[in-house]
């Protein structure tokens, strides 16, 4: 069920709206002006050239998020750090190293999820971002929700939980991580992010049981 999920997923993504299936055929009618796929490159060219907030003026890149659109599984996580502003591709540093490690433990590459931030530039010396500056970039994220349309969505810290949940600025990741919560049809997991677990190995069967829950409601793992 999950495979032909996809491939509905997949036609839609390349145009088609509409599917018949008549006595084995699949038949598709109604192709797009539009697609997810176009959409989310207009996107990229747009984020690409952004300059809403004060962190335009120190970036190296803009680090938009990559990944599989047909996945039901996007991760989202803070801001870009060094490596990831030096290469524009999101958790390719220390901590994006250990997650995509965790995700090869379950037999999934990281090619087959969408990896994105709250905030698609680095704040100078890894500070937080500013209230503002996720204001201006939060609209980029709900867009690639609405176009990638995941199942699930594992949110990497704190950050990207209170955001994406709207919650108050004082709320503890160890108090909501691994608690399936909803935005709209989408489940949103909260969980330590790898950063974190660099430092707090401890916290590595919580994640791992987090990452468990949402790689199965993704279809990834049994
Ligand atoms: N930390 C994040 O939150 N995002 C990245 O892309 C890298 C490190």
């Not at 008549?22 to 989310?40: A, F, Q, W, Y």
């Not at 949103?188 to 190995?201: E, Q, S």
């Not at 790689?215 to 990834?220: E, N």
Request: charged fraction near 30%; include cysteine.
């Amino acid at each position: 069920m999950d495979e032909l999920q996809r491939f509905l997923k997949f036609l839609e993504f390349i145009g088609y709206d509409e599917v018949k299936v008549d006595r084995g055929v699949t038949m598709v009618k109604n192709r797009k002006e539009s697609n997810p796929i176009e959409e989310l490159e207009k996107l990229k060219e747009e984020v690409l050239k952004c300059c809403k907030c004060r962190l335009c003026k120190t970036r190296t890149n803009v680090v938009f998020g990559e990944g599989d659109l047909t996945t039901n599984l996007m991760f989202v996580g803070e801001a870009p750090g060094e490596q990831e502003d030096l290469q524009g591709r999101p958790f390719v540093g220390r901590a994006g190293q250990l997650l995509t490690r965790f995700l090869n433990l379950y037999g999934v590459s990281r090619d087959k999820v969408y990896i994105t931030n709250i905030v698609k530039c680095r704040p100078p010396n890894n500070r937080n971002p500013a209230p503002d500056e996720i204001q201006a970039c939060y609209p980029y994220l709900e867009k690639q929700i609405e176009f990638i349309k995941p199942k699930v969505i594992l949110c990497l810290g704190a950050f990207a939980a209170r955001t994406i949940l709207n919650l108050p600025e004082k709320t503890s990741i160890s108090k909501i991580r691994g608690k399936e919560q909803k935005l709209g049809n989408v489940i949103v997991i909260p969980t330590f992010h790898p950063a974190y677990l660099l430092r707090n190995r401890k916290g590595e069967p919580e994640f791992q049981k987090d990452l468990e829950l949402a790689l199965r409601l993704a279809g990834f793992i049994k």
